[in-house]
C-alpha cells in the first residue's frame, strides 16, 4: 500500500509546473535547514533526514493514522540540495534565511534568573515632623537645700537661658535637644526661680526647702568676663593647701552634708552672660573657727586692666530673702596683668547683715 501511494504522488507531482516545484523543493529544503539548527539547539546533535522520505513517511503517517506510527530511521549526512532553477521570464525570489532561534538548554535555564521589570513605586513625600515648641519648667527640692532644675525646649535648642532666684543670676545654654538639667543652691525658702528665653520668661512654683537652715550661703554674681572669683580659706589654709576651695578646686556638696567643710557650686556657661559662685557650708560651722576666711578676688586681665569692674555679694539668712551687698575693684593698669587684688569678708560682716 505504501508503494502505491509513492507511486500516485509521483504521478500527481508530474503534472505540476517545474517552476512551482523547484520553488516547493527550495522551501522545503529551507524548512529542513531550519530544522536542523533547531535540533542542534533544542533537542542535541542529531543527523539529519533525507528530505523525501521526510516528505513520504509524513504522507504515510497521515494516510496510515490507524496503523502503528512508523518510528523516524536515523539519519546520515543530508544530500546536498540541487539548485533553485527559475524560469527565464521570472525573476530570482530573494530568500533570505531566519536567524536561527537560540534556546537555551534545561541545564542553562536552571542558571538563569527571571527577569523581572522594573516596578516604579509612588513616589512619597518625606513628612518632617515639626517639634512642638511647648516649654517645661520644673523645679525640685534635693537634699543639701539644692533645687534641681529641669528644662526643655526643643524650639530653643543650643540656646542661651538666663536664670534669676533671690538675687542670683546666671546663663546657661541649652543642649542640641533644647534641654538643660543642673543642680542650684537654694539661697531663700520657699524657693521661686524664674527662666527667661528668649523674648519669654517663665516662672516655677514655690519649692519650700525643708533642710535650708542646715546650710549657710555666700555667693558673688557678676556677668562677663570680669575676672572675679570667689574662694574660701578653711581652717586656717593657704592658697593651693588643703581646705582652699575655690574654681578649681570645688570640693563636693557631701563634705557639707555631713559636717565637714564646704563646696563651691561654679554656674553660667556663658562668657558674656551672668554667672556665680557659690560656697556653701554646715550652719554654724565657721562661727566658732575664726581661722576661716571667705574672700572675693579680681584678677587683673588683658580685657579688664584699667577698667573698673562690678559684681554682687549674696549671703544667705535663717529665714528671708539673702543679703546683698555690691562689690567693685578699679583694675591697675595692664602692668600688673596676672596679679589679683582681695577683698576679704568676714562671715559675720555687719555690711551683709545689714539691710
Not at 55 to 81: G, R
Not at 175 to 184: F, H, K, R, S, Y
Not at 265 to 279: H, K, N, W
Request: glycine share 8%; aromatic share 6%; net charge negative.
Amino acid at each position: 500500500m505504501i508503494d502505491a501511494l509513492k507511486a500516485t504522488i509521483v504521478e500527481k507531482l508530474a503534472g505540476v509546473e517545474r517552476t512551482r516545484l523547484y520553488t516547493a523543493v527550495g522551501a522545503i529544503a529551507i524548512a529542513a535547514a531550519t530544522g536542523f539548527v533547531m535540533q542542534t539547539f533544542v533537542a542535541g546533535p542529531k543527523a539529519p533526514q533525507n528530505l523525501a522520505e521526510v516528505a513520504l513517511d509524513e504522507v504515510t503517517e497521515i494516510e496510515e493514522t490507524a496503523a502503528q506510527v512508523t518510528p523516524i530511521p536515523a539519519f546520515s549526512t543530508p544530500d546536498p540540495v540541487p539548485p533553485l532553477l527559475v524560469a527565464a521570464n521570472q525573476t530570482t525570489p530573494e530568500i533570505t534565511d531566519p536567524a536561527p532561534a537560540v534556546v537555551e538548554t534545561s541545564s542553562d535555564a536552571a542558571n538563569m534568573e527571571t527577569p523581572t521589570e522594573d516596578v516604579l513605586e509612588p513616589a512619597v513625600s518625606e513628612v518632617v515632623e515639626t517639634p512642638a515648641c511647648d516649654i517645661t519648667f520644673n523645679a525640685t527640692a534635693r537634699p543639701g537645700a539644692l533645687v534641681e532644675i529641669n528644662l526643655e525646649a526643643p524650639c530653643n535648642a543650643g540656646e542661651e537661658v538666663e536664670f534669676t532666684h533671690a538675687g542670683l543670676r546666671f546663663t546657661e545654654q541649652l543642649d542640641p535637644a533644647g534641654g538643660l538639667m543642673l543642680e542650684m543652691p537654694a539661697m531663700a525658702t520657699p524657693a521661686r526661680l524664674a527662666v527667661s528665653i528668649g523674648n519669654e520668661t517663665h516662672t516655677s512654683e514655690s519649692i519650700a526647702i525643708p533642710d535650708f537652715a542646715e546650710f549657710e550661703r555666700v555667693a558673688l554674681v557678676w556677668q562677663g568676663a570680669t575676672g572675679l572669683q570667689l574662694h574660701a580659706l578653711e581652717n586656717g589654709a593657704y592658697y593651693g593647701e588643703k581646705g582652699h576651695i575655690w574654681g578649681e578646686n570645688p570640693e563636693l556638696p557631701n563634705r557639707a552634708l555631713i559636717g565637714e567643710g564646704g563646696y563651691l557650686a561654679l554656674l553660667g556657661s556663658s562668657s558674656t552672660g551672668f554667672a556665680a559662685d557659690i560656697y556653701t557650708f554646715p550652719a554654724g560651722k565657721h562661727a566658732a573657727d575664726s581661722d576661716t576666711v571667705i574672700s572675693v578676688e579680681a584678677q587683673v586681665m588683658e580685657n579688664t586692666c584699667g577698667q573698673e569692674v562690678v559684681g554682687e555679694i549674696l549671703a544667705t539668712q535663717p529665714e528671708g530673702p539673702a543679703k546683698k551687698m555690691p562689690v567693685s575693684f578699679t583694675i591697675p593698669d595692664c602692668d600688673a596683668l596676672g596679679e589679683y587684688l582681695v577683698l576679704n569678708i568676714p562671715i559675720q560682716s555687719p555690711k551683709i547683715a545689714q539691710d
